[in-house]
């Protein structure tokens, strides 16, 4: 029997991001789903190798990279909205579980437990792709701005504040060492 999960995947590319904002440069789901991944596992390698922790980076960048196909179904919700109270909050969180099962139908019976499982991951792992899609979206504020998109200029402190309040050390080692470069051109971040 034909499965359509992966040609619904591939929808992804048509969904854009940052509805309610002008942007300089279009971000789709796919886009962000794959830095979201890359972030996730340097997460997990940096509270592995620093902080005696033993996540499964491999796994936790897999779970990072399916987080929001949800939105294939529901679209992407502006954050404003998704976040404005805890009931359109807790009301959105089972809307996504609903399209998440409805992806998960459309697989090979074979596959179904593997993909519920990539769907539920463990609090940690689940509390790593969160600080990754929080600094993905402070990834995206910083280009904006940098193109003298100031549209995105509030977005960009309030994601840094959000980064800040999570109290994930792992995120926190990643702002250290990592998001400054993304505020330099290619030349300067080739010169060291």
Not at 29 to 36: C, F, I, M, Y
Not at 126 to 150: F, P, Q, Y
Request: net charge negative; aromatic share 8%.
């Amino acid at each position: 029997m034909p499965s359509h999960f992966y040609a619904i995947l591939s929808r992804m590319k048509n969904i854009n991001r940052w509805g309610l904002m002008r942007n300089t440069r279009q971000e789709n789901l796919s886009e962000h789903s794959l830095e979201v991944a890359f972030i996730a596992h340097c997460l997990a390698l940096i509270g592995n190798k620093r902080m005696g922790k033993s996540y499964d980076a491999d796994r936790i960048a897999v779970c990072a990279m399916f987080h929001d196909t949800s939105e294939i179904i529901t679209g992407d919700m502006p954050t404003p909205i998704k976040y404005y109270n805890p009931e359109i909050k807790e009301a959105y969180k089972k809307i996504e579980a609903v399209a998440e099962e409805e992806l998960i139908s459309m697989l090979p019976e074979d596959l179904r437990d593997d993909f519920s499982a990539v769907y539920s991951p463990d609090p940690e792992a689940e509390r790593l792709i969160k600080a990754a899609d929080k600094l993905s979206a402070l990834i995206k504020c910083i280009e904006e701005v940098k193109m003298g998109n100031l549209e995105f200029k509030d977005a960009e402190a309030s994601t840094k504040a959000s980064i800040e309040k999570l109290g994930c050390p792992e995120a926190d080692a990643f702002m250290a060492e990592f998001i400054d470069s993304f505020y330099l051109t290619l030349d300067e971040q080739r010169k060291n």
